[in-house]
């Protein structure tokens, strides 16, 4: 089956900074969701992005398909982005779609 | 519109005990979904319903059953609970078909004395 990967696993940032976190898949997809999961547990959709750049605030998500691999662009970090972001891929299947997730980048945001 | 909602929000089982977590949306999804987040691990899927009358395994189905039991329900239940059932368990819904993303629930914690 198709496999996600993301990297880095852990991200310690100091409040103010930027990173790029990447997502690797390793077949060709339908779409490519990235979720942030908050330190309560919840989970939250951040980007649709089956191909080309979006932006939201100080976040932004480029997904190149023919290469098969998107980034998570955040910056000028707050506390509040700490968390794990976890990217997700749609497959095709049966009658309908499945996700199926990466292992999650866990970032820790400083102050 | 209070998107997905599952019940209960915590739950402590014996060995062995049965239980049916419950799953509802009201956003008129075709599809919903159910999956267990381990610590330190991404998201597995156990079964999802891509539509109404419909059910599939997922990665992780083994111990589990599904009911879609009409568009915005879908439970799963654990008829002998163990152990190595201890997990979170996520709901989640899709408008399969559309340009909209998956939507999960505020999860279950489970765990399995």
């Known amino acids: 089956g198709i496999q996600v990967e993301q990297s880095p696993p852990d991200l310690i940032l100091q409040e103010g900074a930027n990173s790029t976190l990447r997502c690797n898949f390793s077949?060709?997809?339908?779409?490519l969701q990235w979720f942030h999961q908050n330190p309560w547990g919840q989970l939250i959709n951040l980007f649709y992005?089956?191909?080309g750049t979006k932006q939201n605030g100080r976040l932004s998500a480029t997904t190149v398909a023919t290469e098969r691999y998107s980034l998570l662009y955040i910056s000028s970090s707050q506390t509040t982005d700490s968390g794990v972001y976890f990217c997700?891929?749609?497959?095709?299947?049966?009658?309908?779609?499945?996700?199926?997730f990466g292992q999650g980048t866990e970032l820790s945001v400083k102050p | 519109n209070a998107g997905v909602t599952q019940t209960p929000k915590f739950q402590v089982l014996k060995t062995g005990q049965s239980m049916t977590l419950q799953c509802a949306q009201d956003?008129?999804?075709?599809?919903m979904y159910w999956y267990r987040q381990d610590p330190g691990m991404g998201l597995r899927l156990i079964y999802y319903?891509?539509?109404?009358?419909?059910?599939d395994k997922g990665e992780v189905p083994n111990g589990y059953n599904v009911s879609r039991l009409n568009k915005r329900e879908f439970s799963l239940r654990l008829e002998s609970a163990a152990p190595s059932q201890t997990s979170v368990y996520f709901c989640?819904?899709?408008?399969?078909?559309?340009?909209?993303?998956?939507?999960f629930g505020p999860g279950t914690r489970l765990t399995v004395l």
């Open positions: 997700a891929v749609l497959m095709i299947y049966n009658q309908g779609g499945k996700l199926i």
């Open positions: 077949d060709s997809v339908n779409n």
């Open positions: 992005i089956p191909s």
């Open positions: 956003m008129n999804h075709n599809s």
């Open positions: 319903s891509a539509s109404e009358g419909t059910t």
């Open positions: 989640a819904s899709i408008l399969y078909g559309s340009t909209d993303t998956q939507y």
